[in-house]
């Protein structure tokens, strides 16, 4: 059973950075995809970032892709969310998950798509 755990969350000010963690037990991390996403309140849960087994290749959403990258430590089976210049906008619940399917590759950025969740990390940007 693979699980998942996110840590980092935090309350911050407007234009703090800010790194999120999550740590994946019980698989074979190395060969999986990983995505990050997060959902504000009354919101439905939206992707942030995905990278591929390697870390070689990370996929950013429009709204976070000057203002974040995903990286993954295979040998300590993490995977970190870094923030920068944080907006009230990004106040949500994080999440990371794990994309089992196609080898490792990122593939996809649909939420039904992903195999497995954390129960995710409380962001809230204060202005």
């Known amino acids: 059973q693979v699980q998942l755990v996110e840590s980092g969350g935090r309350l911050v000010q407007t234009g703090d950075s800010l790194r999120l963690s999550c740590v994946v037990s019980?698989?074979?991390?190395?060969?999986?995809?990983m995505a990050w996403f997060r959902q504000a309140p009354g919101y439905e849960r939206e992707f942030v970032a995905g990278?591929?087994?390697?870390?070689?290749?990370?996929y950013y959403a429009d709204s976070m892709k000057d203002r974040c990258t995903i990286s993954r430590d295979n040998a300590w089976n993490e995977v970190y969310l870094q923030m920068i210049s944080l907006k009230p906008e990004d106040t949500a619940t994080y999440y990371c998950?794990?994309?089992?399917?196609?080898?490792?590759?990122?593939?996809?950025?649909?939420?039904?798509?992903?195999?497995?969740w954390g129960k995710g990390t409380l962001v809230i940007v204060s202005s």
């Open positions: 990278i591929g087994w390697s870390g070689e290749h990370t």
């Open positions: 019980g698989g074979t991390f190395g060969s999986y995809a």
């Open positions: 998950a794990t994309l089992r399917r196609d080898n490792g590759v990122f593939t996809t950025r649909r939420v039904d798509a992903m195999d497995d």
